[in-house]
């Protein structure tokens, strides 16, 4: 029933005209349900989720990581690059350009180096995109005093510290002395490098300053000397 009608009716009853506007009011006040109120509620409920966690771009290129490197239009490059495969010396050989040393790049870096080696003499400004379809193995070796010792292998994108590493071995026995956890490493010229470090301290400090590990270090977790 329209406001009018409501009215027209009011105007048939013998009501006090001093009521009349008071009526009025009223009748308004029970119209139709606002139209600000279901867009507000569809604001509320159309609100977006947080984005799905990505990948960790930030992950260093590793040897033996297998890449799809994809040039926008150009097929006849592309259909040479669909499994390139990082050599222990940390390069790939390209079409045309041949080598490129990817050390210690991430793979949206690798794009900018393959970029710039195309565009140098070959292509102009060419869009290059490098996907890591296979990730290397990685993995060290942790031993002595935890309770699954053997190799542990890395999460695929991601690095691992010390603490991460024993966790992954089952952690330490009650024998373990966290204070003197030697690390082995071999370094590019491959001179073996041994390095003490106190574990438990960088437990108590929440993980800030956690040591990363490298593809085949050797982690020794020594028995407590009572």
Known sequence: MTIFSRLFLMSLLPIPRFFVPALILAAAS?????AAEPA????????????AATPDREYLLQPQDILRIFIFQHDDLNKQM??????????????????????????????????????????VNPQVSVIVVKYAE???????????????????????????????????????DLKKVRLTRKTADGETVVEEIDVDALMKRGGRDAVQLQRDDVLFVPERAF
């Not at 029970?30 to 606002?34: I, K, S």
């Not at 507000?40 to 984005?51: I, N, Q, S």
């Not at 060290?140 to 010390?162: D, S």
């Open 30 to 34: 029970t119209g139709p349900a606002r």
């Open 40 to 51: 507000e509620a569809g604001a509320r409920g159309g609100r977006a989720e947080a984005p």
């Open 82 to 123: 669909e499994a390139v495969r990082i050599s222990d010396t940390h390069t790939i050989s390209l079409p045309l350009v041949n080598s490129i040393d990817l050390r210690g790049r991430t793979a949206r870096q690798a794009e900018e180096v393959i970029r710039a080696a195309y565009d140098r003499d070959y292509l």
């Open 138 to 176: 990685r993995s060290v070796n942790v031993v002595g005093q935890v309770n699954n010792a053997g190799r542990v292998l890395f999460p695929q994108e991601k690095g691992l510290t010390i603490v991460e590493a024993i966790a992954l071995a089952g952690g330490q026995t009650r024998l373990a």
